[in-house]
Protein backbone atom coordinates (compact mmCIF):
# COMPACT_ATOMS: atom_id res chain seq x y z
CA UNK A 1 0.00 0.00 0.00
CA UNK A 2 2.92 2.07 0.57
CA UNK A 3 4.73 1.58 -2.37
CA UNK A 4 1.41 2.02 -4.73
CA UNK A 5 -1.51 4.21 -2.78
CA UNK A 6 0.10 6.72 -0.72
CA UNK A 7 1.45 9.17 -3.25
CA UNK A 8 -2.22 9.63 -3.87
CA UNK A 9 -2.95 11.50 -0.34
CA UNK A 10 -2.52 15.13 -0.04
CA UNK A 11 -0.83 13.84 3.47
CA UNK A 12 -0.21 11.13 5.27
CA UNK A 13 -0.34 10.84 9.27
CA UNK A 14 2.79 9.95 11.27
CA UNK A 15 3.33 10.59 14.61
CA UNK A 16 7.27 10.33 14.68
CA UNK A 17 9.52 12.40 12.47
CA UNK A 18 11.33 8.76 11.94
CA UNK A 19 8.05 6.94 10.66
CA UNK A 20 7.98 9.67 7.96
CA UNK A 21 11.33 9.22 7.19
CA UNK A 22 10.90 5.17 6.88
CA UNK A 23 7.78 5.79 4.60
CA UNK A 24 9.77 7.91 2.14
CA UNK A 25 11.97 5.32 1.35
CA UNK A 26 9.15 3.47 0.70
CA UNK A 27 7.67 5.66 -1.57
CA UNK A 28 9.42 8.99 -1.69
CA UNK A 29 6.24 10.83 -3.36
CA UNK A 30 4.75 10.28 -0.23
CA UNK A 31 3.93 13.70 2.02
CA UNK A 32 4.06 12.39 5.44
CA UNK A 33 3.12 15.31 8.30
CA UNK A 34 4.00 14.99 11.69
CA UNK A 35 1.06 15.19 14.56
CA UNK A 36 2.95 13.48 17.58
CA UNK A 37 0.54 11.91 20.27
CA UNK A 38 -1.13 13.92 23.03
CA UNK A 39 -2.55 12.92 26.55
CA UNK A 40 -5.43 14.99 27.54
CA UNK A 41 -5.75 14.33 31.38
CA UNK A 42 -5.11 17.47 33.07
CA UNK A 43 -1.90 19.46 33.94
CA UNK A 44 -1.35 20.07 37.72
CA UNK A 45 0.56 22.76 39.08
CA UNK A 46 4.02 21.71 40.66
CA UNK A 47 5.26 22.23 44.15
CA UNK A 48 7.73 25.33 44.57
CA UNK A 49 11.08 23.14 44.12
CA UNK A 50 12.16 24.58 47.79
CA UNK A 51 9.35 22.32 49.00
CA UNK A 52 10.93 18.95 47.79
CA UNK A 53 15.02 19.80 47.70
CA UNK A 54 15.62 17.43 50.46
CA UNK A 55 13.51 14.69 50.11
CA UNK A 56 14.71 11.49 48.47
CA UNK A 57 12.07 10.91 45.58
CA UNK A 58 9.70 7.90 45.56
CA UNK A 59 10.22 5.76 42.78
CA UNK A 60 7.88 3.27 40.25
CA UNK A 61 8.65 0.96 37.80
CA UNK A 62 5.64 1.26 35.40
CA UNK A 63 4.50 -1.00 32.43
CA UNK A 64 2.59 -4.21 31.84
CA UNK A 65 4.92 -7.28 32.12
CA UNK A 66 2.74 -9.38 30.82
CA UNK A 67 4.00 -7.75 27.14
CA UNK A 68 7.60 -9.04 26.21
CA UNK A 69 9.48 -6.26 25.44
CA UNK A 70 8.39 -4.86 28.86
CA UNK A 71 9.13 -7.93 30.70
CA UNK A 72 12.45 -8.71 29.31
CA UNK A 73 13.54 -4.99 30.39
CA UNK A 74 12.32 -5.49 33.51
CA UNK A 75 14.45 -8.85 34.11
CA UNK A 76 17.31 -7.45 33.08
CA UNK A 77 17.04 -4.56 35.34
CA UNK A 78 16.03 -6.52 38.61
CA UNK A 79 19.67 -8.03 38.93
CA UNK A 80 20.91 -4.27 37.98
CA UNK A 81 19.63 -3.13 40.45
CA UNK A 82 20.61 -5.54 43.20
CA UNK A 83 24.11 -4.87 42.17
CA UNK A 84 23.81 -1.31 42.63
CA UNK A 85 22.39 -1.81 46.20
CA UNK A 86 19.49 -0.02 45.11
CA UNK A 87 17.46 -1.90 47.22
CA UNK A 88 18.85 -0.83 49.99
CA UNK A 89 18.99 2.76 49.54
CA UNK A 90 14.81 3.52 48.69
CA UNK A 91 11.90 1.56 48.34
CA UNK A 92 10.76 1.08 44.78
CA UNK A 93 7.04 0.42 43.60
CA UNK A 94 5.93 -1.47 41.16
CA UNK A 95 2.43 -1.26 38.63
CA UNK A 96 2.67 -4.46 36.40
CA UNK A 97 -0.85 -5.96 35.80
CA UNK A 98 0.23 -9.56 36.37
CA UNK A 99 -0.48 -11.35 39.27
CA UNK A 100 1.45 -11.46 42.49
CA UNK A 101 3.00 -14.71 41.87
CA UNK A 102 4.46 -14.05 38.54
CA UNK A 103 5.65 -10.37 39.57
CA UNK A 104 7.91 -12.06 42.41
CA UNK A 105 9.55 -14.83 39.79
CA UNK A 106 10.27 -12.09 37.11
CA UNK A 107 12.06 -9.81 40.18
CA UNK A 108 14.30 -12.60 41.30
CA UNK A 109 16.04 -11.67 44.73
CA UNK A 110 15.00 -8.13 44.07
CA UNK A 111 11.62 -8.90 44.87
CA UNK A 112 12.11 -8.14 48.67
CA UNK A 113 12.53 -4.66 48.24
CA UNK A 114 9.72 -4.31 46.15
CA UNK A 115 5.98 -3.18 46.66
CA UNK A 116 3.55 -4.65 44.26
CA UNK A 117 0.83 -3.41 43.01
CA UNK A 118 -1.24 -5.26 39.99
CA UNK A 119 -3.62 -2.24 39.15
CA UNK A 120 -5.17 1.37 39.95
CA UNK A 121 -8.46 2.69 38.86
CA UNK A 122 -7.28 6.14 38.92
CA UNK A 123 -3.93 6.69 37.47
CA UNK A 124 -3.34 10.34 37.70
CA UNK A 125 -3.99 10.00 41.64
CA UNK A 126 -1.58 6.93 41.45
CA UNK A 127 0.95 8.02 39.90
CA UNK A 128 1.06 11.32 42.17
CA UNK A 129 2.26 9.66 45.00
CA UNK A 130 5.84 8.82 42.67
CA UNK A 131 8.53 11.38 41.57
CA UNK A 132 10.75 9.17 39.53
CA UNK A 133 9.04 6.96 36.96
CA UNK A 134 11.10 4.17 35.17
CA UNK A 135 9.80 2.28 31.63
CA UNK A 136 11.57 -0.40 31.43
CA UNK A 137 10.05 -1.32 27.94
CA UNK A 138 13.27 -2.40 25.09
CA UNK A 139 11.19 -2.47 22.33
CA UNK A 140 7.90 -1.44 20.58
CA UNK A 141 6.66 0.59 18.29
CA UNK A 142 5.30 4.07 18.30
CA UNK A 143 5.13 6.63 21.17
CA UNK A 144 4.69 5.45 24.90
CA UNK A 145 1.65 6.72 26.66
CA UNK A 146 3.38 6.03 29.65
CA UNK A 147 5.98 8.23 28.96
CA UNK A 148 3.44 11.40 27.72
CA UNK A 149 1.81 10.65 30.91
CA UNK A 150 4.51 11.09 33.28
CA UNK A 151 5.92 13.73 31.54
CA UNK A 152 2.48 15.82 31.73
CA UNK A 153 2.38 14.88 35.59
CA UNK A 154 5.67 16.41 35.90
CA UNK A 155 7.64 13.16 36.99
CA UNK A 156 11.26 12.36 36.14
CA UNK A 157 10.98 10.07 33.89
CA UNK A 158 14.27 7.59 33.61
CA UNK A 159 14.12 4.59 30.65
CA UNK A 160 15.99 3.02 27.74
CA UNK A 161 16.07 4.62 24.32
CA UNK A 162 12.86 3.07 23.23
CA UNK A 163 10.61 4.90 25.61
CA UNK A 164 11.82 8.41 24.17
CA UNK A 165 10.42 7.54 20.73
CA UNK A 166 9.16 10.90 18.80
CA UNK A 167 10.31 13.27 21.47
CA UNK A 168 11.70 16.49 20.65
CA UNK A 169 15.16 17.81 20.97
CA UNK A 170 15.45 20.55 23.62
CA UNK A 171 17.97 22.56 25.43
CA UNK A 172 17.90 21.49 28.89
CA UNK A 173 17.55 17.69 29.79
CA UNK A 174 14.19 16.32 30.74
CA UNK A 175 14.69 12.71 30.99
CA UNK A 176 17.41 10.09 31.14
CA UNK A 177 17.91 8.10 28.27
CA UNK A 178 19.56 5.03 29.46
CA UNK A 179 22.17 2.64 27.60
CA UNK A 180 21.37 -0.71 29.39
CA UNK A 181 20.12 -2.16 32.73
CA UNK A 182 23.69 -1.04 34.18
CA UNK A 183 23.22 2.81 32.88
CA UNK A 184 20.06 3.09 34.11
CA UNK A 185 20.27 1.74 37.44
CA UNK A 186 23.40 4.15 37.77
CA UNK A 187 20.81 7.03 36.73
CA UNK A 188 18.39 5.82 39.56
CA UNK A 189 21.19 6.06 42.14
CA UNK A 190 22.45 9.67 40.41
CA UNK A 191 18.85 10.40 40.34
CA UNK A 192 18.08 9.75 44.44
CA UNK A 193 20.30 12.69 45.79
CA UNK A 194 17.89 15.79 46.37
CA UNK A 195 17.76 18.26 43.53
CA UNK A 196 19.10 15.67 41.16
CA UNK A 197 15.23 14.44 40.21
CA UNK A 198 12.57 18.08 40.68
CA UNK A 199 14.37 20.23 37.76
CA UNK A 200 14.10 17.33 35.56
CA UNK A 201 10.50 16.50 35.91
CA UNK A 202 9.66 20.35 35.90
CA UNK A 203 11.15 20.51 32.36
CA UNK A 204 9.86 17.27 31.05
CA UNK A 205 6.47 19.14 31.60
CA UNK A 206 7.35 22.31 29.94
CA UNK A 207 8.14 20.30 26.79
CA UNK A 208 4.73 18.34 27.15
CA UNK A 209 2.49 21.71 27.65
CA UNK A 210 4.54 22.91 24.18
CA UNK A 211 4.80 19.87 22.41
CA UNK A 212 2.32 17.16 23.43
CA UNK A 213 -0.70 19.24 25.51
CA UNK A 214 -4.05 19.31 23.99
CA UNK A 215 -4.47 22.41 22.62
CA UNK A 216 -1.02 21.82 20.26
CA UNK A 217 -2.68 18.67 19.29
CA UNK A 218 -5.49 20.45 18.59
CA UNK A 219 -3.44 23.20 16.74
CA UNK A 220 -1.68 20.78 14.58
CA UNK A 221 -4.62 19.08 13.26
CA UNK A 222 -6.36 22.24 12.52
CA UNK A 223 -3.88 23.36 10.38
CA UNK A 224 -3.79 20.26 8.74
CA UNK A 225 -7.35 19.69 7.54
CA UNK A 226 -7.21 23.13 6.88
CA UNK A 227 -4.03 22.98 4.04
CA UNK A 228 -5.72 20.19 2.52
CA UNK A 229 -7.57 21.50 -0.70
CA UNK A 230 -11.05 18.99 -0.39
CA UNK A 231 -11.04 20.40 3.05
CA UNK A 232 -10.84 23.68 3.30
CA UNK A 233 -13.58 25.93 4.57
CA UNK A 234 -14.84 23.10 6.25
CA UNK A 235 -15.59 22.75 9.85
Not at 168 to 187: E, T, V
Request: a positive charge; one cysteine or more; charged letters at 20%.
Amino acid sequence: MEKYYLHFADAVHVVKAEDGECLKRINPHIKPVVIPLASIGTIPVLRSPSCSTQRQPKVLIWGNLSLGNISSGYTALMPALEQAQIGQMTRISVLGRIPYKEFLRKSGAMGRYLDYIERTDDLDAFLGQFDLVIIPDLGGSGQKFRCLDALRLGKCVVGFDIAFAGLPKHSRPYFARCQDPQDLAYQIKKLLAPGEWQEMGREGQRVFIQHFGFESFQRKWCSLIGSIPPLQGRG
